[in-house]
């Protein structure tokens, strides 16, 4: 049975954010895929998605894209997938041990993307973490250029790595426009499917107008809906 999951998800628990849970459980219920809530450097939004999925029963990951620094500089963004507890350290390698230790998977975040932060650098420590994470974040359908994502696929067949693509969606009509796809029964085989790197990635990048409704999130201009 094939299993797509939507690997990069966020909703108003993220402070860019305007999904509310319960729209993207529907929607991911009527596209028939699953998703990776992966809030902006909190995990408070897990007590709400366990309640509203026992509605839905879509496969959700529970994951964390977290803001990462070396001596309090910016480096660039990992995403953690099937963690039990929230990532604390902001430190890179700290918080690298902290989802080894909880048996997370760890995938880079669009690590090429010179136009998020730290602008111009993408991912700062890509050479030194790379043999610390187990995946790439091979295709980010929020990416203004798509060279930039074969970029990050090509690093990551180079160094052996597995992939992962997510929407990075902050509102609903986003969600699904990228997705890990392979042949699994549920999600503990999904999660051995991408460490053995047999999954493979689809996705569309969306307009690059969607990345207005997060700035007018982030200044207030508009709120999300809440339940």
């Not at 690997?7 to 729209?23: A, F, Q, R, W």
């Not at 602008?119 to 091979?138: C, H, Q, S, Y």
């Not at 203004?144 to 790595?161: D, Q, S, T, V």
Request: net charge positive.
């Amino acid at each position: 049975m094939a299993m797509k999951i939507d690997m990069h998800v966020h909703s108003y628990y993220s402070n860019d954010g305007l999904s509310n849970p319960k729209e993207l459980l529907e929607k991911a219920k009527a596209k028939g895929i699953g998703f990776a809530i992966t809030e902006h450097n909190n995990c408070d939004s897990w007590k709400k998605y366990s309640e509203l999925n026992r509605q839905f029963n879509v496969p959700l990951i529970f994951g964390e894209e977290k803001k990462l620094y070396i001596e309090e500089k910016l480096v660039g963004e990992i995403l953690f997938y099937f963690l039990q507890s929230p990532v604390i350290s902001n430190d890179l390698f700290e918080a690298i041990d902290e989802g080894k230790k909880q048996d997370a998977i760890l995938s880079v975040a669009h690590p090429f993307d010179f136009l998020r932060k730290p602008v111009w650098f993408g991912f700062r420590k890509l050479e030194e973490v790379k043999t610390k994470v187990d995946a790439i974040e091979a295709f980010n359908a929020r990416i203004y250029f798509n060279c930039l994502n074969k970029k990050a696929e090509n690093f990551a067949l180079k160094n052996n790595l597995a992939f992962t693509a997510g929407s990075d969606a902050h509102i609903p009509k986003e969600l699904g426009n990228a997705y890990v796809f392979c042949n699994a029964n549920n999600l503990e085989e999904f999660r051995k499917c991408i460490k053995k790197k047999q999954a493979k990635i689809e996705g569309r990048l969306e307009s690059p107008l969607v990345h207005f409704y997060s700035t007018f999130r982030q200044i207030g201009l508009i709120k999300p809906k809440k339940e």
